[in-house]
């Protein structure tokens, strides 16, 4: 009677640790910690941002971070209001990089954002079938119909997943924003 729970006790902690195992066997994957970072990171950020002026807000500002690294996207009406929120963001101690691809101009359409998530779907699908790309090693950011690739890959992957990508109907430019790990 107590064998049946001590077997199937073991047999837990053998799954659980040979899951460890193979987590920790994948070079190129973030850490649990690293994407937790990440996501902290974008909280502090998006609330870093609305305390700025009434102007940023009104802008369209999106934050994205890969692995400490982080991507800035949208438009304002200015340039000074585009480092203004890079500022901000710079005094996260966390970050190690910012890309800062805020553009001075009107908001996008509500036309212009769906198009740009039709061109994010098709990106994540062309990279799930392209042979020897992993999806998961990547995060696909499409802002005015240029993708914006961030991950931590070999040079070889992200380049076949790069080539893959500007196949795709609607991407207008790739930008790599990518940590090599050979």
């Known amino acids: 009677m107590s064998v049946k729970p001590n077997v199937t006790s073991l047999l837990l902690v053998l799954m659980f640790l040979s899951s ?5 066997s994948v070079p ?20 870093q941002i609305r305390r700025l002026e ?4 009104a802008g ?15 438009q304002v009406e200015n340039s000074a209001l585009a480092t203004l929120v890079e500022s901000a963001i710079f005094k996260i101690r966390i970050v190690k990089h910012i890309h800062n691809e805020i553009t001075e101009s009107g908001p996008t ?3 212009v954002r769906a198009g740009d ?3 994010n779907t098709k990106v994540r699908s062309k990279l799930l079938i392209t042979p020897n790309v992993n999806l ?7 802002n005015n119909g240029v993708v914006f690739l961030m991950g931590l890959v070999p040079q070889d992957e992200a380049n076949r997943a790069v080539e893959a990508v500007r196949t795709v109907f609607g991407v207008q430019k790739v930008v790599k924003i990518l940590e090599y790990v050979d």
């Open 136 to 142: 998961n090693r990547f995060k696909v950011v499409t």
């Open 54 to 57: 009434p102007k940023i807000n």
């Open 28 to 47: 190129t994957a973030r850490t649990p910690g690293r994407i937790i970072d990440d996501g902290f990171i974008q909280r502090i950020a998006h609330r």
């Open 117 to 119: 998530a039709l061109v």
């Open 109 to 111: 359409s509500i036309t």
């Open 20 to 24: 460890c195992n193979s987590f920790k």
């Open 60 to 74: 369209n500002i999106s934050v994205h971070s890969f692995n400490r690294t982080v991507l800035l996207t949208g």
